[in-house]
């Protein structure tokens, strides 16, 4: 069952940010650090910003066992870009342990009818290429490149 997060998932939520930035470190450690990216205070104040939702994937004992975070995104009267509305996936993480039981494409297309639901255009989000089976999941899902980052590391 997909539906919004509450407090009582913070504990396992902030376990699932640690896996995802483990593979982040593994996979960049030049960039990434070993820690996660919101902590509990921050994580009670997403809770309340309904900009910014979370939704959990749960078991029949409403154990989390992944979740995305959303944010919808509109540049309204920009110079240059359409104040078509977005909804960005900021993060999407399934417990290591339960992988490959379709629980992250659960969690996408509850996000993809959210952001039908909030009248969006369209679903965007970043990965990380040294993260190719996050990458071949989203193709799998139907996304396709919007833009890419390139870099180059000065010696």
């Known amino acids: ?5 509450q407090e009582k998932d913070i504990p396992k939520i902030s376990d699932l940010l640690s896996q995802v930035d483990l593979v982040h470190h593994q996979g960049r450690p030049d960039i ?9 205070a921050e994580l009670k104040e997403l809770l309340r910003d309904a900009r910014r939702p979370i939704l959990v994937c749960v078991d029949e004992q409403d154990g989390v066992q992944g979740y995305c975070f959303c944010i ?9 870009l359409t104040d078509i509305k977005t909804l960005y996936i900021d993060d999407l993480c399934v417990d290591e342990g339960l992988r490959g039981k379709h629980i992250g494409r659960e969690l996408y297309e509850a996000a993809v ?3 039908r639901e909030q009248g969006c255009y369209n679903v965007t989000l970043n990965v ?3 993260n190719p089976s996050a990458l071949k999941f989203y193709e799998s899902c139907g ?4 833009k890419i980052g390139m870099e180059y590391i000065l010696p």
């Open 1 to 5: 069952m997909i539906r919004f997060a």
């Open 32 to 40: 990434f650090k070993i820690g996660r990216k919101y902590g509990e």
């Open 72 to 80: 919808l995104q509109q540049h309204v009267d920009n110079s240059i």
């Open 113 to 115: 009818a959210f952001a």
């Open 128 to 130: 990380w290429s040294c």
């Open 143 to 146: 996304l396709v490149p919007q």
